[in-house]
């Protein structure tokens, strides 16, 4: 058999990144930066949450971003959905696909969604029935997937049971993302959390999400395609963090994730000369240079 060498990005910077800005950027400037994507030919491009504004003001605007963006065929424009209000206002905007977000630690789930790990799942159900009802497809992020930035170290079991708990609640039906979110995991954690991830999911419909605050990411990618993965998400100009996980700093940046799979003959089908273009807005609009 020939070895698929297909492994499929979703760029999260509009929504991981932009969440995260201090400032407000007007819906203009987020639009511009989908648009730039857009023309990279992303297989998936997360684009906001449908989150309370109360808790993250940055992306209060989810509703006016998701109609001012250029749809291209090809790409699915995917968003957050904490509870039934929230896939309400994504399904009136046209999404995509709907992730729904919880975590392998109780302490972190607290603070993002201020509920208990079971609280969030609950609160899934509607989510679930209504992107069924839409024929939506579902993604599920566990978050704190190797550390969580209030208990410390997180065991793959832990990661395992929020799992299954997504498992459950969808049949099976859900794509399962895996959140470093503290950017601090080492190859090695990965594969023991891929190790036990994988006797409920195959290897390769896991998704990894990882951010970048130790500068191991792209060694944990490759370890990664090594175990069997061949989803990954990433971030334009390595936007990112989570307004609820002091000192993590951003996603791992598509621009290094591109060149890395490029070099080593992995395919995409994304255009990283567009994605450079796109990084170019991004920094613009943080003002910063993060050298993805
Ligand atoms: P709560 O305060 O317990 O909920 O928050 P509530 O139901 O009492 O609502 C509070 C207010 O928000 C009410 O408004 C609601 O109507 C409103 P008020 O009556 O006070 O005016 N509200 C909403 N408005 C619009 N859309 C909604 C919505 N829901 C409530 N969907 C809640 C609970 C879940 C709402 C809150 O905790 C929340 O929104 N959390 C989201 C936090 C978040 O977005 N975190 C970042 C994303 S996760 C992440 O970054 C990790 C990831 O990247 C993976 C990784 O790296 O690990 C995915
Ligand atoms: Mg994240």
Same mark, same amino acid.
């Given at each position: 058999?020939?070895?698929?060498?297909?492994?499929?990005?979703?760029?999260?910077?509009?929504?991981?990144?932009?969440?995260?800005?201090?400032?407000?950027?007007?819906?203009?400037?987020?639009?511009?930066?989908?648009?730039?994507?857009?023309?990279?030919?992303?297989?998936?491009?997360?684009?906001?949450?449908?989150?309370?504004?109360?808790?993250?003001?940055?992306?209060?605007?989810?509703?006016?971003?998701?109609?001012?963006?250029?749809?291209?065929?090809?790409?699915?424009?995917?968003?957050?959905?904490?509870?039934?209000?929230?896939?309400?206002?994504?399904?009136?905007?046209?999404?995509?696909?709907?992730?729904?977000?919880?975590?392998?630690?109780?302490?972190?789930?607290?603070?993002?969604?201020?509920?208990?790990?079971?609280?969030?799942?609950? &609160?899934? =159900?509607?989510?679930?029935?209504? *992107? @069924? $009802?839409?024929?939506?497809?579902? /993604?599920?992020?566990? #978050?704190?997937?190797?550390?969580?930035?209030?208990?410390?170290?997180?065991?793959?079991?832990?990661?395992?049971?929020?799992?299954?708990?997504?498992?459950?609640?969808?049949?099976?039906?859900?794509?399962?993302?895996?959140?470093?979110?503290?950017?601090?995991?080492?190859?090695?954690?990965?594969?023991?959390?891929?190790?036990?991830?994988?006797?409920?999911?195959?290897?390769?419909?896991?998704?990894?999400?990882?951010?970048?605050? &130790?500068? =191991?990411?792209?060694?944990?990618? *490759? @370890? $990664?395609?090594?175990?069997?993965? /061949?989803?990954?998400? #990433?971030?334009?100009?390595?936007?990112?963090?989570?307004?609820?996980?002091?000192?993590?700093?951003?996603?791992?940046?598509?621009?290094?994730?591109?060149?890395?799979?490029?070099?080593?003959?992995?395919?995409?089908?994304?255009?990283?000369?567009?994605?450079?273009?796109?990084?170019?807005?991004?920094?613009?609009?943080?003002?910063?240079?993060?050298?993805?």
């Amino acid at each position: 058999m020939i070895e698929s060498r297909l492994v499929r990005i979703t760029e999260v910077g509009p929504r991981d990144g932009l969440q995260n800005e201090s400032g407000i950027v007007p819906a203009t400037e987020k639009i511009a930066l989908v648009d730039a994507l857009g023309k990279a030919g992303f297989p998936e491009i997360e684009v906001t949450s449908f989150v309370s504004p109360r808790w993250v003001p940055q992306l209060a605007d989810a509703a006016e971003v998701m109609a001012g963006i250029e749809r291209r065929p090809g790409t699915v424009y995917s968003v957050l959905c904490p509870n039934e209000k929230g896939v309400e206002r994504a399904l009136a905007a046209d999404a995509g696909k709907i992730s729904i977000f919880t975590a392998a630690s109780e302490s972190f789930c607290q603070r993002n969604l201020n509920a208990t790990i079971e609280e969030s799942i609950e &609160r899934f =159900r509607p989510v679930v029935d209504a *992107a @069924r $009802a839409a024929s939506l497809p579902l /993604r599920g992020y566990v #978050s704190c997937v190797v550390e969580c930035p209030y208990e410390g170290l997180i065991t793959p079991e832990q990661v395992g049971e929020t799992v299954r708990r997504l498992l459950a609640l969808t049949d099976g039906d859900i794509e399962i993302a895996l959140g470093e979110t503290l950017g601090v995991a080492d190859p090695d954690q990965i594969e023991q959390l891929l190790e036990e991830v994988e006797i409920d999911v195959p290897i390769s419909e896991i998704d990894l999400h990882l951010h970048d605050t &130790r500068g =191991r990411a792209l060694s944990c990618v *490759a @370890r $990664a395609l090594e175990c069997g993965i /061949r989803a990954f998400d #990433s971030s334009c100009a390595g936007l990112g963090g989570c307004p609820y996980a002091p000192g993590a700093s951003g996603n791992l940046a598509t621009e290094a994730l591109l060149e890395f799979l490029h070099a080593n003959e992995w395919a995409t089908g994304v255009d990283r000369a567009a994605v450079l273009e796109a990084a170019a807005i991004a920094n613009r609009i943080t003002g910063r240079d993060s050298g993805g």
